[in-house]
């Protein structure tokens, strides 16, 4: 009989074991799944004790637990109850506010997780075996009054909330005081080597209490389920960190591009100022088939380019300047483009230089659209001795 109650104990826990084998419980830290409790009842003798006896004589209880589980199923807490003088038949009859103190620790047992598997949080319903040794002093003045007591309980518990972090329980217990020859054994005897479980310092217990749980490192109040991916999971998972990572990889060199670029039309700007003198007699020389009232400002864009950068805004401004002081002039603006490339692309390049210009004039320095005229010149070698400085916007006074 003996044999296959063990057979079938180890084929429940197997059954249990592999019910969970694919979820994983978060890590477990130091300060995790504690709790606090307190609790109340009353208890009365398992048999006669001087005028009192079973369900005879009662004393009232109160107590406090502290409590952690080590895992879904097993724990550990501290529980402490102080029974109360109730009447002249009260359970222990020591004639004392508090007849008798008992710590006990013990080990404890969720059978529903540990029969029935962990669901991710506690059920709402469990029930939660509890057993273990602890001291007992009773009160009064009778002899041998501290002594060592055995506790075993059963716990209803009632898991309250959508976190599970409020815990009500109903508990029915038994408490035996250990006897030597019909004495409680004292913790502090030296000769008290015969000492056995004994009815006569049986105590029946029934209490209600209530056990609140701190919080976890999972961030819930209770055992969690780790999250785990399969394989072809963690192969996306790589994949798209290196899709981004060559992305990033993608962006910097762009980035570096365009830096690049902004340092070689800063020089081609410094570059354009420092020839003051020979723009003007060309830009003379070339346009004095329309008439000679070329303006000394210029507007330089990069290679492919026709939007105005932020550095030839000070020309346009200049233009702006000039009409608001010449309310009567009226300007031609001519676009250019360098000789490389496609005549025709560079054709429509010059009309989209010329028009980006217009467009900044009217929208960012109010000038009206009418007194502005824009012609595309195509692809030129002649304005600059520098091929890159013939890519230019120019302005001629037409009212003159």
Excluded: C
Excluded at 208 to 233: H, I, W
Excluded at 277 to 288: F, H, L, S
Excluded at 318 to 340: D, Q, R, T, V
Excluded at 355 to 373: C, E, N, P
Aim: proline residues 2%; glycine residues 8%.
């Amino acid at each position: 009989m003996k044999k296959l109650f063990v057979i079938l104990a180890a084929a429940v826990i197997t059954v249990s074991a592999s019910a969970q084998e694919k979820k994983v419980i978060t890590a477990h830290k130091t300060f995790d799944n504690w709790y606090l409790g307190i609790n109340a009842g009353a208890a009365t003798p398992m048999q006669k004790w001087g005028d009192a006896g079973f369900m005879k004589g009662f004393a009232p209880s109160a107590g406090l637990r502290l409590g952690k589980n080590f895992t879904t199923s097993f724990g550990v807490a501290i529980d402490a109850n102080a029974y109360f003088e109730a009447n002249e038949k009260s359970l222990m009859q020591t004639r004392t506010f508090i007849d008798a103190i008992n710590v006990d620790a013990l080990g404890t047992l969720n059978l529903s997780s540990f029969f029935g598997g962990y669901l991710g949080k506690p059920r709402r319903v469990e029930l939660i075996a509890l057993g273990g040794f602890g001291w007992m002093h009773q009160f009064g003045a009778l002899p041998r009054a501290n002594g060592i007591n055995s506790k075993a309980a059963l716990d209803l518990a009632f898991n309250l909330g959508a976190s599970r972090a409020v815990q009500l329980y109903l508990e029915p217990a038994v408490i035996f005081g250990l006897w030597d020859n019909g004495r409680m054994v004292n913790a502090l005897s030296r000769h008290s080597s015969n000492f056995k479980f004994d009815s006569r310092s049986g105590l029946f217990q029934l209490n209600v209490g209530v056990n609140f749980k701190f919080g976890t490192s999972n961030g819930t109040k209770n055992f969690a389920f780790a999250r785990l991916r399969d394989q072809g999971e963690i192969d996306d998972l790589n994949a798209r960190i290196n899709e981004l990572r060559d992305e990033s990889d993608s962006k910097d060199r762009r980035i570096a591009r365009d830096i690049r670029r902004i340092a070689e039309l800063e020089d081609s700007l410094e570059a354009a100022k420092k020839v003051k003198a020979p723009v003007v007699n060309k830009v003379t020389r070339v346009t004095q088939v329309v008439n000679n009232n070329v303006l000394q400002p210029t507007v330089i864009f990069g290679q492919g380019k026709s939007s105005v950068d932020a550095a030839q805004m000070a020309s346009v401004a200049m233009i702006a300047k000039y009409m608001k002081n010449h309310p009567e002039s009226k300007i031609l603006i001519k676009g250019y483009a360098s000789p490389e490339g496609n005549p025709e692309l560079n054709q429509k390049l010059s009309v989209a230089r010329a028009q980006s210009v217009k467009d900044a004039l009217v929208s960012r320095y109010g000038v009206a659209a009418s007194r502005l005229t824009i012609q595309g010149m195509g692809a030129t070698d002649e304005l600059f001795d520098e091929l890159d400085f013939n890519r230019v916007a120019t302005f001629t006074d037409t009212s003159k």
